[in-house]
T-cell receptor, first 117, second 113 residues
Framework: GAGVSQSPSNKVTEKGKDVELRCDPI?????LYWYRQSLGQGLEFLIY????????KSGLPSDRFSAERTGGSVSTLTIQRTQQEDSAVYLC???????????????FGEGSWLTVV | KQEVTQIPAALSVPEGENLVLNCSFT??????LQWFRQDPGKGLTSLLL?????REQTSGRLNASLDKSSGRSTLYIAASQPGDSATYLC????????????FGRGTQLTVWP
């Protein structure tokens, strides 16, 4: 596609349920990022994938959060046993490469808005 | 850890004014710096990318400068318009944590007719 695509765009779920959020990066982009933004807050780093390297998971807030990237393309962020504090917009971004001196622009999707009730 | 500060936090101006948005960061060992805008309820839209070897980049009415050694970047908006109303975010890239972007809280800009 022309841009980073995320689905679902909106999700309302009950507390305790699991949710999966999907990100389709721009074709050919090897770097993929997940961020989240709670209402009125700044962007919080979650996880970063670069090619076949081990992902940087240091931003995941708890072991209820996990992410995978299959075939170096599509990524899925999974939140298990959702809590109300997980309510936020989850933003995915991609770039041609995340390596240094690449000069590659990072493109964001429109986000997946998650509400836990 | 990279710390990013944006000043001012909010700005409200009449249209036509030339604006200056400031960004400072603590880890100057960056490779690139990118400016974004975020409209309410939307994702981030890339405005400009400045590589560390560059001192500035221009796109239309926008001009961004980078002083890597002092850890500062400035976004200039010329002849502001109501459509420029949004939150502007800067993100230094690289440094001690390669690949991760650190964001400031942004500058919330309102341009009124």
């Amino acid at each position: 596609g022309a841009g980073v695509s995320q689905s679902p765009s909106n999700k309302v779920t009950e507390k305790g349920k699991d949710v999966e959020l999907r990100c389709d990066p721009i074709s050919g982009h090897t770097a993929l990022y997940w961020y989240r933004q709670s209402l009125g807050q700044g962007l919080e780093f979650l996880i970063y994938f670069q090619g076949n390297s081990a992902p940087d998971k240091s931003g995941l807030p708890s072991d209820r959060f996990s992410a995978e990237r299959t075939g170096g393309s599509v990524s899925t962020l999974t939140i298990q046993r959702t809590q109300q504090e997980d309510s936020a917009v989850y933003l995915c971004a991609s770039s041609l490469t995340g390596r240094s001196n690449s000069g590659n622009t990072i493109y964001f999707g429109e986000g997946s808005w998650l509400t836990v009730v | 850890k990279q710390e990013v500060t944006q000043i001012p936090a909010a700005l409200s101006v009449p249209e036509g004014e030339n604006l200056v948005l400031n960004c400072s960061f603590t880890d100057s060992a960056i490779y690139n710096l990118q400016w974004f805008r975020q409209d309410p309820g939307k994702g981030l839209t890339s405005l400009l990318l400045i590589q560390s070897s560059q001192r500035e980049q221009t796109s239309g009415r926008l001009n961004a400068s980078l002083d890597k050694s002092s850890g500062r970047s400035t976004l200039y908006i010329a002849a502001s318009q109501p459509g420029d109303s949004a939150t502007y975010l800067c993100a230094p890239i690289g440094g001690s944590t390669l690949g991760r972007l650190y964001f400031g809280r942004g500058t919330q800009l309102t341009v009124w007719p």
